[in-house]
C-alpha cells in the first residue's frame, strides 16, 4: 500500500528556515516524480515543486532560489529545504506521488504538514 | 505561470449532473492532454479524481468524467450526491520550466 507521511512543520519566525520530510512506503521515491503542493489557509492548491526519477527538478517562480527538494533514495524520504521563509509561505504542504508515470495525475498524498511563518 | 481559470462556485440539486470548466492556455491546457481534477474535503487531502483530461483512477466513480475542448477542460458529475459537496481543482502541465499549474478551485454545493 503507498503511503506518504509529512513531518517536519511548525512555527518558524520569518527569514527562518525550515525542512520538511515525506516518508514514502510501498514504493520507491527515486522511481516515481515527487511533488510538493502547498494550500495557504483559506486558499487554493498551489504547486511548489518537483522531482524527477532522473533527478531534475522544478520550482514554482514564487519559491525558486529559496526552497530546494531532493529526497534520499537509502531512507525513501523526499525532502524540501525552505529557507529565507515569508509570511505568504504559511500553508500546510503535501507531498504527493503520481498515479502511473507522467500523467501529471497526483493520485497519492500526504496528511499534509502546517508551515506557519510569523514572528 | 499564471493560473488555471474556474468559476468560483456552481451548484446542482441530488440527481443533477453539473459541469466544472477550467480554462487555460494554448501553454498548458491546449498544449498537452495532462489535465487532472480534484476533489477535496475540508481539513482533508485533495483526492484524484481524473488524470490525463479523461482518465478515471481506480475506485473513483464512473458519475465522474473529465473532457477537453481546445484550451478549455471540463469536470461532469452525474447523478449529483450529497457527498459530491467539496471543493474541486482542476490541474494541467504547463511545459518543462514550471511544469504544474492548479486552477483557483470550485465550491460545489448540492442544495
Known amino acids: 500500500e503507498v503511503q506518504l507521511v509529512e513531518s517536519g512543520g511548525g512555527l518558524i519566525q520569518p527569514g527562518g528556515s525550515l525542512r520538511l520530510s515525506c516518508a514514502a512506503s510501498g514504493f520507491t521515491v527515486s522511481s516515481n516524480y515527487m511533488s510538493w503542493v502547498r494550500q495557504a489557509p483559506g486558499k487554493g492548491l498551489e504547486w511548489v515543486s518537483v522531482i524527477y526519477s532522473g533527478g531534475s527538478t522544478y520550482y514554482a517562480d514564487s519559491v525558486k532560489g529559496r526552497f530546494t527538494i531532493s529526497r534520499d533514495n537509502s531512507k525513501n524520504t523526499l525532502y524540501l529545504q525552505m529557507n529565507s521563509l515569508r509570511a505568504e509561505d504559511t500553508a500546510v504542504y503535501y507531498c504527493?506521488?503520481?498515479?502511473?508515470?507522467?500523467?501529471?495525475?497526483?493520485?497519492?498524498w500526504g496528511q499534509g504538514t502546517l508551515v506557519t511563518v510569523s514572528s | 505561470q499564471s493560473a488555471l481559470t474556474q468559476p468560483a462556485s456552481v451548484s446542482g440539486s441530488p440527481g443533477q449532473s453539473i459541469t466544472i470548466s477550467c480554462t487555460g492556455t494554448?501553454?498548458?491546457?491546449?498544449?498537452?492532454?495532462?489535465v487532472s481534477w480534484y476533489q477535496q474535503h475540508p481539513g482533508k487531502a485533495p483526492k484524484l479524481m481524473i488524470y490525463?483530461?479523461?482518465k478515471r483512477p481506480s475506485g473513483v466513480s464512473n458519475r465522474f468524467s473529465g473532457s477537453k475542448s481546445g484550451n478549455t477542460a471540463s469536470l461532469t458529475i452525474s447523478g449529483l450526491q450529497a457527498e459530491d459537496e467539496a471543493d474541486y481543482y482542476c490541474c494541467s502541465y504547463a511545459g518543462s520550466s514550471t511544469p504544474v499549474v492548479f486552477g483557483g478551485g470550485t465550491k460545489l454545493t448540492v442544495l
Open positions: 504527493a506521488r503520481d498515479v502511473v508515470g507522467y500523467s501529471y495525475g497526483l493520485g497519492y
Open positions: 494554448s501553454s498548458d491546457v491546449g498544449s498537452y492532454n495532462l
Open positions: 490525463e483530461v479523461s
